[in-house]
């Protein structure tokens, strides 16, 4: 079921340039295995509201993961759980465990910056710095970290805009604020910002729910050209751009995980009755 | 037919009614606006025209000397202008890192039960009365500075050169930290304001980025208000120059130039509420207008400069496209 998992990992020559540092070496054989989330019996709160109900799912390595489900079914609430991002809502409450390769990433002394460095997130409205330039924007996350070296964040500044289809539209103007380009080529910019600390995962919200057809198609491009190199875990309400980018497919109705596998399984001979009634647009 | 036709122009002619609301609306805060300035240039006319007989005899010397000797009908503002501008530069410096710390601290950090207790007690100092927040200045600031601050300052800052000479208590600096307090809750509460418009959605950029909380804070908030809270200051300073009550009764009140800030001064604030009373000569109360004039013209440069400022920081944060 896996089988364009592995295919993928072959190394391609397309772009030596961009050729990626590899943070985790893995062999095929472990690509076909690995899991990069392994989530077990997760729950999740909201003061007295459940908004995620008992779901257990493996999210695997180096592959595109769509999310889909109906509105408030708990899609944005589970995905920022992966970056532990839903700790910035006051009185939330996660109960299970979720193993980032294997560790916990809720374990007592575990840092949420530091998850959140290795498991970067785009969101549904492009969020640039207003006061920062292009280049400012793309490379604020390395200043975090402590790079100071110019030519290392030159080289990053380039690689990072050229993975999110960018670099040719704005080379030329990387001192303009980071506002002052269209609603795509921001969001394109926020990914590029988010790729420039190279996470091991990216999480995306619905990151082309506010963009035009063209801007959509070319991230789609860009989102498929990057699965690669990166674990990428994708919330959507558009059921063709699921099948079109995505790998495997879950499916989430009021806080419950319905059904996950395979996208052209789900798409084409779903198991659960639900599935089918949503994507057949029974119900919505 | 010209009846018809007649009607079907009047139907034409229907939807004006917004338009006339519309420009209405126009007129009306147009003239709004105009009423404000109007005012502001009114009092200045008065203002003048209440001192031109002390302008006319003294002209620019009423600026730069510092004699101020009613009985030999001698009037030089400097030494007033210097206490006001000293007093609200030290308020200033004392109250703005405060207010944004503080504001900073009950929109990014605070436990969410603590912020409104904590923000309404912060407002309700702005609610003591000026001789109230006097009276505490005089018999419980004064004697603790005097005892514990004042003398450790001394100690160690005394080289400067800002802290040296005879200790009074009613001084400078006691005049520019008790407008320090009148001003703290100004900038705090327009701060916070400005601090909570940030959009989360910036705040969770930076964390995305696994930024820690302070560094969410510099790049997410700081950055994106920073013309906001710098409008918060101009407002203070605004406030500072024109504070005159609690300023009074801790400043000591004798106009000279001192560089201790130990010694008493005077602002221009003060002597006008001062000795308004004992003006007897006309030229000592066009003397006390002229006062006012110069107080007023301050208040106008120092908003005048924030504009211009605050200009700056507009073209080099960029926040507009290019
Ligand atoms: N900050 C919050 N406080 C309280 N309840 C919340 C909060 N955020 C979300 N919820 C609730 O949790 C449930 C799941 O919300 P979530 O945002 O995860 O849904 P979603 O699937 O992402 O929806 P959408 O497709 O509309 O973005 C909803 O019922 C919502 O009302
Ligand atoms: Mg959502």
Known sequence: MAVNTMSSSTPTSQSGAMNPTPTSPATAAEL????????????????????????????????????????????????????????????????????????????????????????????????????????????????????????????????????????????????????????????????????????EVLLMDEPCSALDPIATAKIEELIRELRDQYTIVIVTHNMQQASRVSDRTAFFYVGELIEFGDTAQLFNRPRERQTEDYITGRFG | MPAVEGRAHAKLEVPPPSRFADKAFEWLTLAMALAVVLLVILVGWQLARGSSAAIQKFGFHFLATSTWDPVAEQFGALPFIYGTVVSSLIALL?????????????????????????????????????????????????????????????????????????????????????????????????????????????????????????????????????????????????RALGETMAVTMVIGNTPQIATSLFAPGYTLASVIANEFTEATTDLYLEALFEIGLVLFGITILANLIGQLLLRTLKTSSGTRGA
């Open chain 1, 32 to 199: 076909v295995t690995a899991n990069a989330f392994a989530v077990k019996d997760l729950s999740i709160w909201y003061g007295e509201k459940q908004a995620i109900k008992n779901i257990s799912i493996d999210i695997p390595v180096m592959a595109i993961t769509a999310i889909i489900g109906p509105s408030g079914c708990g899609k944005s609430t589970f995905i920022r759980c992966l970056n532990r991002m839903h700790e910035l809502v006051p009185r939330t409450r996660v109960e299970g465990k979720i193993l980032f390769h294997g560790e916990d990433l809720y374990a007592a002394g575990s840092d949420p910056a530091m998850v959140r460095r290795r498991v970067g997130m785009v969101f549904q409205k492009s969020n640039p710095f207003p006061t920062m330039s292009i280049e400012e924007n793309v490379l604020v996350g390395l200043r975090l970290n402590g790079v100071r070296n110019r030519q290392v964040l030159n080289e990053r500044l380039e690689k990072s805009l050229r993975r999110a289809a960018l670099w040719d539209e704005v080379k030329n103007d990387l001192k303009k604020p980071g506002m002052s380009i269209s609603g795509g080529q921001q969001q394109r910019l926020c990914i590029a910002r988010a790729l420039a600390v190279e996470p």
């Open chain 2, 94 to 238: 004392i109250a703005v890192p405060l207010s944004i710390a503080t504001a900073i601290y009950l929109t990014e950090l605070a436990p969410l039960w603590i912020r409104q207790p904590l923000t309404s007690l912060i407002e309700m100092l702005a609610a003591i009365p000026s001789v109230i927040l006097g009276l505490w200045g005089i018999f419980v600031m004064i004697p603790f500075l005097r005892d514990y601050p004042f003398p450790f300052l001394k100690k160690y800052l005394g080289w400067s050169g800002l802290f040296t000479g005879p200790i009074y208590g009613v001084s400078m600096l006691a005049g520019g930290i008790i407008i320090a307090i009148m001003i703290l809750p100004i900038i705090t509460s327009v701060s916070r304001e400005i601090l909570r418009s940030v959009p989360n959605l910036q705040r969770e950029a930076a964390y995305a980025l696994g930024a820690t909380r302070w560094e969410v804070t510099r790049i997410a908030v700081l950055s994106y208000a920073k013309r906001g809270l710098f409008g918060a200051v101009i407002l203070g300073l605004g």
